[in-house]
């Protein structure tokens, strides 16, 4: 029996260690734990290889995830610990293992929770109680860690804190080449999951400033917040490559991230990069976003919605670029001390040898 299965919600680039090692793109999460935890990865595509005609209708009738689900689930006897990256592929998996396998021996689950306060989400723990199916939850956010313990009364030790993290060995400022400065300051916003674009764009128009916003995110499904909007003549709206978002970091000033009022992690990837490439962030105060950025040490908090702030907050830094500067710096040595792939891969680890030694 192998110790550890771990999914991807995705499909692995067949080319991926070469584009790492190119430089064109930072270590992937996933490829770093399978290597500390000598691990067995489970893609889409490795899922579709493996779970025959049935799998298929799955994938019709539920899409990659449910099919994910069902490819881990066929393996349960294989390894102890099946750790799945997000609830997308958990859930149905617990409920697998709930009422198809009920009363059988099963691997310990471990399942990444991005956000859980969602209804239709909710209905599979509220009504069919699938958390008994998952042996420790990692939450990025001290709200989703909250609500999950509360509503569903599940032990604080089950329901796991986990810091998100960043490739700092990718995302450093000496990993780029120094532009010339432009006529007027530039400043960034990068993302889409939960993004008020509406709010920045009132905050921004008339500023002496240039501002790029890269509305493109490979999580999101969701339609280009600044779509339909009114773009101002000091704004551009385009998409970036790692490379080149890399380098659009290295270019501004700081960095806004102007989120809707939500319960969850949105935005914490770009806030991490930025941090990593030591530049300040401003973010709405969102709910669920108050783990990362320390008020006044690595960057700015406005409240949700509110352009007249955010747009004072903007203005302060442009004037204080000292300011900017210190907090960039802090940021840098924060996602270092405390948010660093490394550190991450090493917290995990610990948890998931923890699930094998239980689970022999």
Known sequence: M????????????????????????????????????????????????????????????????LLLAWASFTRRRRYRVVFTDGEQVGIPLAWLFKFCSAGRPRPRHLMIAHVLSVKKKMVFFDW???????????????????????????????VVHTPFMVDTRFFAIDRVMPTDAPARPMICSVGREARDYATLLAAARGLDVRLTIAAGSPWSKGADPTRNQEIPANVSVRRFSSAEL???????????????????????????????????????????????????????????????????????????????????????????????????????????????????
């Open 128 to 158: 069919l109680g699938v958390h008994s199916q998952v042996d420790r939850f990692f939450v990025y956010s001290t709200w989703q860690k909250r609500f999950i313990e509360n509503r569903w009364q599940i032990p604080p030790q089950r």
């Open 2 to 65: 192998a110790n550890v299965l771990l999914t991807v919600s995705g499909v692995v680039p067949p080319d991926l260690a070469e584009q790492i090692a190119r430089g064109t793109r930072p270590r992937a999460d996933y490829l770093e734990l399978a290597r500390a935890l000598d691990a067995d990865l489970l893609d889409y595509a490795e899922a579709r290889r493996s779970a025959g005609r049935f799998g298929r209708l799955l994938e019709q009738v539920g899409g990659a995830n």
């Open 246 to 360: 890399r380098q659009l970091y290295a270019d501004s000033r700081f960095m806004v991230v102007p989120l809707h009022a939500v319960d969850f992690q949105a935005g914490v990837t770009v806030i991490l990069e930025a941090m990593a490439m030591s530049r300040a962030v401003i973010c709405s105060k969102a709910p669920g976003q108050t783990d990362v950025i320390v008020e006044g040490e690595t960057g700015m908090y406005v409240a949700p919605q509110d352009p007249a702030a955010l747009r004072a907050a903007i203005e302060y830094l442009l004037d204080h670029p000292e300011e900017a500067e210190r907090m960039g710096r802090a940021g840098r040595r924060r996602v270092e001390q405390s948010m660093s792939l490394e550190g991450y891969v090493r917290g995990l680890s610990r948890w998931v040898a923890d699930a094998v030694d239980a689970g022999r």
